[in-house]
Every structure is written in structure tokens, then in C-alpha cells.
């Protein structure tokens, strides 16, 4: 319970501080369960594709079992409680019966075997379209959550609002930030959502239509059919971006040379929760390659200074072993810098790096 006006300040403006430093949204969703003397808090985004969503720690491992699960993307709350557009806070008790929650395997089998079982939760709309989910989650064994409690989180609902509204902006403007600094080493880019529509899109991608060209409704569209199928496919199914469907070759024509267009999810500090399913898509030319500056692999990727060093290396065709001397390290430190790289650029092995950000001198790789 929020127990003084000192308090419900210093909550408020914790919220507004998750707005900007998305890494202190878990802290907050602890201090909201505080209110409800619920176990943790999570916010999810009810909307296709992969599961979206940010928990406390207390209940992270639990949250995951349930996304991974049959009731991930329908379950009884999904369908009683997130759809309504009330401007308040609900209990499961607003929408079921006891008998009725007694009766479904969703509470009995995922969220009472969990420790769970009560919930107050609200929607939101994000600046992405999509619905954002807050949900206290509350012990059965402590019982449901008072009617009283959902009235004191209202109080801090329009906050919570703001501050998702604030998070999402600042997702949308690291997204374009990202295609303009491509923009500045010659790579065609765009920022697109997971129905394939452009966030952004810089003037190098704009610059090779026909092949692939930002159509109507903003919808990013290859000429060629195979590609377009695989990009579509590519941003539908997330989850297997780093094995399948993350490359996409495009032959070329009289008026382009053959490229290739990279897929890669923008995944940095929970951003994309509140702006979308947001990935940065690449064109590379098939051509003599080489490596942008370490500054600039740092600043795309969030590199460490160590890890860009090495990535830029290795796209200039330096081996493990050349980088170990280069570098006056280890040839472990260099493997587990490189395993660091693989993972925030997105690809699975070496020949995947150069392919993804080698490219010629200036703008001309395209004409």
C-alpha cells in the first residue's frame, strides 16, 4: 500500500525514470507488486509474433516457462481482461467467477503450480499500436487482490501511461538514429516493425528502387517474390532470426547489383516492448568488402571499445589467431569477445560478420 504522499512521489517518479533508462522498468515492477503484496510484476504486449515482455526478477523465470507455453498467446485473461479499454486497474474477480477460475486449467496448471493465481492488471496503448499489458501477479494462497488496491494503482495509472508513451518515442528514435548512422558508411538501411512496415528508411534504401522500395502504407516490399517471402517470414518468426530467414540474397538487374539484405532485431535495454518489434534491415553488395571503424561498430551494436576492435578485424579477413597478436591477448579472450559480437550484431559465425558490414569504399557499391 502506498502509505504517504512522500512515497507515492518518489514512485512516480521512479516511473518516469523507466521511461528513459528502460533497464530500471524490473525495479519498478517490484515496487508496484509491493503495493498489491504481490510476488513481481510484468508488462507484456498482447500482439503477433513473439512473445514481448519485461518482469521482476522475482517471477522472470516463471514468466518465461508461461511464454514458452501452450496458453502464451491465448488464455483466459487474454481474452477477458486484456481486451477491455477501461481507463483503470482490474481484478480477476472483475471478470470471473471462483467457480470459474477454479474450473481453468490456465489457473490450475500454469499459474497455482507457479505460485501465482491472483492478478491486477491494466491496459495501455503504445505509440507502436500495439496494447500493453501491466499485471501484478499475487500468490493464490494469499487470496485475491482487494478491489481497494486496484483503486489505489489507478492513481498511478495516467504515470504509467506517459511514461510507456515516452519509452516507446525513444525506441522509434534510437531505431532511426541507427538507419542514419548507416546512412553515414554507405549502407542502405530501414527500420521496420513486424508487419513490415517502415519506421524509417535512409537514402540509400530509398535510393534502390525497384528492387526493394517502400511501398504503400510505408510497407517495405522486394521485387522479387522468393525475397519478399523470406523477409516477411524473417520478421514473423523472430525467435529464429539467427538461423533462418536472417540473410536474404537479391539478385541484381540492369539497374542494381546483387545484394544481399540482412535482418536484425533491435533487442537493446527492453525497447522494443514499448515500440514495436523494431529490426534494422541492411543491404550489402556483393562485392570486395571492408570494415567500417571501430567508433562506428561500437556506437551501431553497443560493442564494448574490446568487442569492436575485434569485429572490425575480423571483417578485414584478420583470423582468430592474427587478432590473439594484433590484440597482445589471449586466443580464449579474443573467442569470448567474438561470441559477444555474434550475439549483439545477430549472426552465428565469422563469414556471417564480414557478409553483414563489409562493404567498399564511399556510396558508389550500389551503382
Avoid at 502509505?3 to 518516469?16: A, G, H, M, R
Avoid at 525514470?17 to 504486449?45: K, Q, Y
Avoid at 526493394?212 to 524473417?234: E, K, L, M, P, R
Wanted: with cysteine.
Amino acid at each position: 500500500m502506498l502509505n504517504s504522499p512522500v512515497e507515492f512521489e518518489t514512485l512516480v517518479d521512479e516511473i518516469y525514470e523507466a521511461s528513459v533508462v528502460a533497464d530500471r522498468w524490473p525495479r519498478l515492477l517490484d515496487r508496484l507488486s509491493v503495493i498489491a503484496e504481490g510476488e513481481g510484476a510484468l508488462i507484456f504486449a498482447a500482439a503477433p509474433g513473439a512473445p514481448r515482455w519485461l518482469a521482476s526478477t522475482s517471477i522472470h523465470d516463471r514468466i518465461e516457462r508461461w511464454t514458452r507455453g501452450p496458453f502464451a498467446q491465448r488464455n483466459p485473461r487474454s481474452e477477458r481482461l486484456v481486451p477491455n479499454t477501461e481507463a483503470r486497474f482490474l481484478t480477476d474477480l472483475d471478470r470471473f467467477t471462483i467457480e470459474e477460475l477454479d474450473n481453468e486449467p490456465f489457473y490450475e496448471e500454469v499459474l497455482r503450480k507457479g505460485g501465482l493465481g491472483w492478478c491486477v492488471g491494466t491496459t495501455i496503448r503504445s505509440p507502436a499500436g500495439d496494447t500493453l499489458v501491466i499485471s501484478v501477479e499475487k500468490a493464490h494462497a494469499k487470496g485475491p487482490v482487494p478491489r481497494a488496491v486496484a483503486e489505489q494503482l489507478d492513481v498511478l495509472r495516467p504515470h504509467l501511461a506517459r511514461a510507456a508513451v515516452l519509452s516507446g518515442r525513444l525506441g522509434f528514435e534510437r531505431a532511426r538514429t541507427a538507419v542514419n548512422t548507416l546512412e553515414m558508411i554507405g549502407l542502405p538501411a530501414a527500420a521496420v516493425r513486424h508487419n513490415g512496415k517502415a519506421v524509417a528508411a535512409n537514402a540509400g534504401f530509398l535510393a534502390l528502387a525497384p528492387a526493394v522500395h517502400v511501398g504503400a502504407q510505408d510497407q517495405v516490399q522486394f521485387s522479387s517474390q522468393a525475397a519478399q517471402t523470406i523477409f516477411q517470414d524473417a520478421l514473423t518468426k523472430p525467435a529464429t532470426l539467427t538461423k533462418t530467414g536472417r540473410s536474404i540474397p537479391v539478385a541484381g538487374s540492369d539497374a542494381n547489383a546483387p545484394f544481399i539484405a540482412h535482418v536484425l532485431p533491435l533487442r537493446l535495454s527492453g525497447l522494443d516492448l514499448f515500440a514495436g518489434a523494431v529490426s534494422i534491415v541492411f543491404l550489402t553488395p556483393v562485392t570486395e568488402q571492408r570494415s567500417p571503424g571501430p567508433e562506428l561498430l561500437q556506437a551501431l551494436f553497443d560493442l564494448t571499445p574490446a568487442e569492436a576492435r575485434i569485429a572490425s578485424l575480423v571483417i578485414d579477413g584478420k583470423s582468430v589467431d592474427s587478432i590473439s597478436k594484433i590484440q597482445s591477448v589471449s586466443l580464449n579472450t579474443v573467442r569470448t569477445q567474438l561470441k559477444s559480437v555474434f550475439v549483439k550484431t545477430g549472426v552465428d559465425r565469422q563469414v556471417d560478420l564480414v557478409r553483414l558490414l563489409g562493404q567498399r569504399p564511399g556510396r558508389s557499391s550500389f551503382s
